[in-house]
Structure formats: structure tokens, C-alpha cells
């Protein structure tokens, strides 16, 4: 495949960088109490959506390469799609493919565990035991369980990390108890001993990552390998007394434990077993992989080191060859956007804090571990804190903004992402008040990131990698209310969400570029392309279309009604009249729009906000009247008068409303016609569009001061045409 990137034909290349900015786990949800992200205040977030093209795509499922739309996006997959532009098959569709064909069981790895432990030895899995299905799913445990069997396995011992994070946050004995039951069905038969042997919670033992604190891992290697923690009959047993000491606390944060028979442990890993990590995502099983494989280990005391055949669900970091051994080959993606912009010689910069700075690197450049040309690629990491998300929410945003910020303009580089990981970690921890303190956090230095990037004269897109702050309560799947508990209170939710994110351009330079929401199926996977036509550059051709698009041309081909026509047509009882009103308004300012509307859609905004605005304003003029006469200096805009209904018009009957209205329609009209065609332009933009006087002047081409004075002046001119007219309805 050729790598030499094209200057697009129908897009330009920017001055300043392309940035893409990912909130990641700020999704859009149904605005409910649960919904931290619509709770929250956000200014910047809510003006972008209000006044820059948008739209909403999809995060999760097959738009990611997860096996169905059932499934919950992640971090790991969405970055996938993002640096990647097209949809790759993940680590569970792998999964559940090579389940599916026998393949998993036809591998040398697989064939070299089972000789092992039909040479004396064990087979230990170690693994989150859930459905969660973003790093394992117990449908995978259960059939390596059973084929263990059918290949004549004697021991077997299951490590049970448990979830709580990506499944309800206390459904751990769902999980353990279905294991339990198929061991029971197993250990029946002779020479058999399938057991769970140890556990403990996902944050607390075993699965740390970005190297953020070693002691989880330190317990998990303890409890799993040396057989030490507190002891208990059963797994079962462990989690109902932890939970019992401790009411509040949840899955993911239990502490180790380990299962004893007869006052001594009943799996501990020894020399001549064989160990398999069978969570399919890479992130939380490099760590305890390492502790396996490396002779100069020096993160802790690891004690003893059983010699073992140690292998992963697949290799968790294909530049590192880790680990050693795995059961399928890495989903390892080429063509990436970054790899893609290395080549091609342009500069790039990539920031984000410890907790996602992997996924702006290691999962964006197709879980590529190191920079494809160090001297084109900066790569940024602040430093996490170690301490509960929710008791500092805003984390290192601020920290982040700042080193982006300086990156951008130092480096100079032609194309730049960051990732804000507050609305996702701290929205794990199911703290309502936390999560919006977090998507709050991000907002505020959201205002930072884009003034400096339209100050650099660039452009940026704005998105998420799947929602979960958006959701912090658990839904009925049927009813889609919020589940309580036996004394009303929300249960809380850990896990990601289905919900859509947004995608938002924003490009103050360029008031040409807009959205295109006609594109079928929008996903994470367009937004590579879409950045790639920010830069000027035409995307490869096997990546997913860009979602980005100039503002058509306006187009008239009817001519305005005639209002006398009208007039004589609602006098003689035509009860279709309001209609064609309302349409000869618009096709009045269809004419003006056209010479000062450069695009169809702004054109469109333009007459209905126009439209809405000065009907409602003279609604408002109609009922306030009265009591503004006595005050000829009144100075009346369409803003200052858009909320007060008219009287005259809400009280009166049906008929003469109608009359009313169609009177009030066609002084509008005569009014904006009325007016030199440059101060209607100001008035329209600035009081139905509701534009600044800076954006005004800057769509029209005329100065601030310019703008400001033909303002007043068309408000005065249609507040005198209204107080003079003489046939007012009364």
C-alpha cells in the first residue's frame, strides 16, 4: 500500500494545527439525575453545541469492532478506531471467533500447556471473571474450563479477579457461582480437582496499569503464586464476609483472598504448571505478565519464582513481546493515521496523564508501543496522582492543558491530540458529585485549549471515546427508568454506557466548513479522515469517509408572494392565507440571505431564527404597546421583547387571532423590507441569529463600530415604521 499522503482538491491546508481533543467518557445521554455530564456546568461544551457544527456518533459496538451493539465501547477499542479510521476486529471478536472454530485449541501454546499438566503439572487461569466484555468474558473462561477437561486436564485452578467496574458494581457471586456450578459438574468424575484457588478486586489486586502503583500487582502475585492473603472456605465465603465488614464498598475494590482446604492453600502456582492471563485486553495484564516472564524483575520482591509455562489470551504489546507466549496473535493495526503523518514528514504531538497516556499513543498508532520517528513525534505524560479519583476529580487536567498548550507552541506541529481521562475515571467510581466536578474540570480548560488553538490560527474536533459520566446510575433494560434500592436511593453505576458522543468542529477560521449528517452509520472510525480534510490532505482510501463538508451555495427558484395578494386572499376567508404568509416571509429573506449568506445552512438558520425572533417580537410589541408609548426613547430589540407573549393575541378568540397574526406577519415583512439591505443583514444576524457584533462584522466584512451603528439604526427605523403605522390592530 502506498504511503504518500495527497494535497486534497477540495479542501486547504490550515495555518495553524489540526486538534483533535477526546473527553473521554463524556458521552450523550438522556438528560436525568444520573446524567453527570448534563448536571454539570458547562459553558464552553454547551456554547459549541449550540453555535458550532456538531453531531452525535456512535462509541460502542460493531462501530468499534466489538462483536455486537450490545457490547460497551472502551478507552482501548474507541482509540483503536480513532488513530486508525476504519473498523477493526478487537480482542473479543478474536476471541470469540477462534472459540468458535476450535482455532484457540489448535495452537502450539495451547498444545504445550495441556503436555504440561499431563506431565504432573497444573493449569492455572488467571482473569476478571465477568461479562463485562471490555478486557475478558466469562463465556471465554467457561470454554477454556471445559476443553481443559476434555483434554484430560487433572488440576485446574481459576485466579478470580473480580469486576464490579464494567458489570454492576456488587454482581461478583453471579459470576463466581456459574464457575462453581461447572466445576461441581466436573469434579465428579475421577481424578479431577477444579477449583478456584485465589481472588480479590480488579483495583486492588492484580490488574494495575501504566506502571501507576506495583503493590496491586505485588498482592495479586502473593495471593495467586505464594498462596498468601486472608483465608477463607470459598470464594463465595470471601466476598459475603468482605462485604459484611464493609457495606459500602464494591467488586472492584475487594481485598485479596485466598482459598484454603484443610489449613493450607488449594491452588498456589509451582514449578512444572502451566499459567494462562486469559483477559483478552492488553492495558491490565502487562504488569503481572512482566512479574512472570522477567529474570531482572525489580518492581517488588517477588519471593520465589516457580518455573512455569506463563502465556496471555494474545500478546498484550507486540513491540515489547509480551508475553512470551499467547494463545492468538495480537489485533496489531498498520496504516494508522500517526504512522501515516510520520512518513509523510509531518510534526506531531500527543499529551494526556498517566491514566490514558497510553491510548493517545500505544492504542492510537495501532498498539504500536513506540513514537514510528522520534524526531517528528512528542509524546507528553503528566504524572497521575495516586489517590482516589473522586476525592480529586479534577485530576491533571490542568497540568495537561498547560503542557499541551506549550507543545503547541514550541513544537509547532501540524497535527496534535490530547485526551482529558476525568470524565471516564472519576465517572468509574460512581460518585455523582465527583463526575460532575470532573466533566466541570475539563470544560474550564476546554476554553483554554481552544484559545489557543484559534490564536494559532488552527482548527479542532472535539469527541469522546465512549460515555460514562453521562450514565452514573443503573437503567431498567426494559423500562429504561433508574434502578432503586429497597429505600429509594439510584443504584450507582461503574460501567461505560450505549449512548453516542459528540463530534464537534470547531474551526473559527474557516466559517466555510460544517458537518456532513448524512453519512450512514457516523462512528469514531470517521474521525481520522475528517482530520486528515482539516489538514488539506486527502484520506487513504480504505479509511472510513470524513465527516467533514463545505456549506453549499444557496439556491433561490420562487419568487417572494405578493402581500397585497395575501391580504386579499385572508379578507375573503382563505383559511390556508397564515401558511403562505409565513412562506412569503421566508422567501423574502431567502433573497437576502443569499447575498450575505455565503451557505445554504447558515442561510436556512438565518430565516427561521429570523423568523421566530420577529414574530415573537411583535407579539411582544403588540401586548407591551400600550405601556410603551409613554416612552418614545424605549429602545426595542428583538432580544429585549423575545419572551413577551402578546396579550391581545393570546386573549382573543380563534378568529380574531388568526386575523391578528396575519396582520402582524405582514408588518413584519414590511418592516424588514423596509430597511437598507446592509442594516437588515445586521439586524437579522445580530438579533435572530444572535451573533456577536464581532461575528457580525466578521460575516459581513464590515468593521465592529460599522456594525453597532447599523444595529441601532435598523431598530430605530422598524420601532418608528411600527409606532406609525395606523391601521394596527387594535
Not at 472492584?252 to 486469559?278: H, Y
Not at 485526551?419 to 476546554?446: K, P, Q, W
Not at 451555495?553 to 376567508?573: F, Q, Y
Not at 387571532?657 to 396582520?663: A, C, H, I, N
Request: a negative charge.
Amino acid at each position: 500500500m502506498e504511503w504518500k499522503l495527497k494535497q486534497s482538491k477540495s479542501f486547504e491546508k490550515p495555518q495553524g494545527p489540526v486538534v483533535v481533543v477526546i473527553l473521554d467518557g463524556v458521552g450523550v445521554g438522556k438528560k436525568d439525575e444520573g446524567n453527570a455530564v448534563a448536571l454539570a456546568y458547562t459553558p464552553i461544551i454547551d456554547r459549541l453545541l449550540k453555535e458550532r457544527p456538531n453531531l452525535s456518533i456512535k462509541a460502542h459496538g460493531t462501530a468499534v469492532g466489538l462483536p455486537s451493539d450490545k457490547d460497551m465501547g472502551n478507552s482501548e477499542v474507541g482509540h483503536n478506531a480513532l488513530g486508525g479510521g476504519r473498523i477493526l476486529d478487537q480482542g473479543a471478536k478474536l476471541v470469540n471467533k477462534a472459540i468458535e472454530t476450535k482455532k484457540i485449541f489448535k495452537t502450539t501454546t495451547w498444545k504445550t500447556m495441556v503436555s504440561r499438566c499431563k506431565n504432573k503439572g497444573s493449569l492455572h487461569l488467571i482473569g476478571l471473571v465477568s461479562d463485562g466484555n471490555v478486557h475478558s468474558h466469562i463465556d471465554h473462561l467457561e470454554a477454556l474450563i471445559k476443553r481443559a477437561d476434555e483434554e484430560d486436564i487433572e488440576r485446574l485452578f481459576v485466579h478470580a479477579l473480580l469486576d464490579g467496574r464494567d458489570v454492576p458494581e456488587k454482581s461478583a457471586l453471579e459470576y463466581i457461582d456459574k464457575v462453581e456450578l461447572i466445576f461441581k459438574s466436573i469434579n465428579e468424575k475421577e481424578r479431577r480437582n477444579y477449583s478456584i484457588a485465589s481472588g480479590g478486586g480488579r483495583m486492588k489486586v492484580t490488574m494495575d496499569r501504566y506502571e501507576s502503583d506495583w503493590s496491586i500487582v505485588e498482592k495479586g502475585w502473593r495471593a495467586h503464586v505464594l498462596g498468601e492473603g486472608r483465608r477463607f472456605a470459598s470464594a463465595r465465603e470471601a466476598i459475603e464476609v468482605y462485604r459484611n465488614e464493609d457495606p459500602k464498598i464494591t467488586d472492584q475494590f475487594l481485598d485479596s483472598f485466598v482459598i484454603e482446604e484443610k489449613g493450607k492453600p488449594v491452588g498456589t502456582i509451582e514449578d512444572g504448571d502451566a499459567v494462562l492471563f486469559f483477559n483478552f485486553r492488553g492495558d491490565r495484564a502487562l504488569e503481572i505478565s512482566r512479574a512472570f516472564e522477567e529474570e531482572d524483575f525489580d518492581k517488588f520482591d517477588r519471593v520465589r519464582v516457580p518455573e512455569v509455562f506463563y502465556a496471555g489470551m494474545i500478546r498484550y504489546d507486540g513491540d515489547l513481546g509480551i508475553p512470551k507466549n499467547y494463545l492468538l496473535p495480537p489485533p496489531r493495526f498498520s496504516h494508522t493515521m500517526g504512522e501515516y503523518l510520520s512518513k509523510n514528514k509531518y510534526r506531531q504531538v500527543a499529551c494526556a496523564e498517566t491514566q490514558k497516556f497510553g491510548h493517545v499513543t500505544y492504542f492510537w498508532n495501532g498498539n504500536h508501543s513506540e513514537a514510528f520517528d522520534e524526531d517528528l513525534e512528542t509524546y507528553i505524560e503528566v504524572e497521575s496522582d495516586r489517590l482516589p479519583f473522586e476525592e480529586r476529580p479534577w485530576m491533571k487536567a490542568g497540568e495537561v492543558t498547560d503542557e499541551f498548550i506549550q507543545a503547541l507552541k514550541e513544537k509547532k506541529p501540524h497535527f496534535a491530540r490530547l485526551n482529558y481521562a476525568n470524565g471516564d475515571m472519576v465517572g468509574h467510581t460512581g460518585n455523582l458529585r465527583s463526575t460532575r466536578i470532573a466533566v466541570e474540570s475539563v470544560d474550564l480548560c476546554l476554553e483554554k485549549i481552544l484559545s489557543a488553538v484559534s490564536s494559532l490560527n488552527g482548527c479542532a474536533l472535539i469527541t469522546a471515546d465512549h460515555g460514562n459520566a453521562d450514565e452514573m446510575f443503573m437503567k431498567d433494560s426494559k423500562t429504561g427508568e433508574i434502578k432503586r434500592d429497597s429505600s429509594g436511593a439510584p443504584s450507582p453505576k461503574t460501567s461505560h454506557t450505549l449512548n453516542p458522543v459528540f463530534l464537534i468542529l470547531y474551526a473559527p477560521n474557516n466559517p466555510d466548513l460544517t458537518l456532513n449528517d448524512s453519512i450512514k452509520n457516523k462512528g469514531l472510525g470517521n474521525i481520522a479522515a475528517t482530520a486528515f480534510e482539516l489538514m488539506g490532505i486527502e484520506p487513504p482510501s480504505d479509511y472510513l469517509p470524513s465527516l467533514l463538508s463545505k456549506k453549499k451555495n444557496l439556491e433561490v427558484t420562487e419568487k417572494p408572494c405578493s402581500p397585497d395578494d395575501l391580504t386579499h386572499r385572508a379578507a375573503s376567508g382563505d383559511t390556508d392565507v397564515l401558511n403562505e404568509i409565513v412562506h412569503c416571509f421566508e422567501n423574502s429573506l431567502l433573497h437576502f440571505a443569499r447575498r450575505y449568506c455565503k451557505h445554504q445552512q447558515d442561510a436556512h438558520d438565518v430565516v427561521q431564527d429570523a423568523y421566530e425572533a420577529a414574530t415573537k417580537y411583535l407579539d411582544g410589541f403588540q401586548g407591551n404597546k400600550r405601556g410603551a408609548r409613554n416612552d418614545p426613547n424605549r429602545h426595542v430589540s428583538i432580544n429585549d421583547l423575545s419572551s413577551k407573549q402578546s396579550k391581545a393575541i393570546s386573549n382573543a378568540p380563534d378568529a380574531e387571532r388568526d386575523v391578528l397574526r396575519r396582520e402582524i406577519l405582514l408588518d413584519v415583512q414590511k418592516a424588514l423590507r423596509g430597511l437598507n439591505e446592509t442594516d437588515r443583514a445586521v439586524l437579522l444576524l445580530r438579533d435572530g441569529k444572535e451573533m456577536t457584533s464581532e461575528e457580525t462584522a466578521h460575516f459581513l466584512d464590515l468593521s465592529v463600530p460599522a456594525v453597532k451603528s447599523r444595529l441601532h439604526r435598523a431598530r430605530k427605523n422598524i420601532r418608528k415604521f411600527l409606532e406609525e403605522k395606523k391601521d394596527t390592530p387594535k
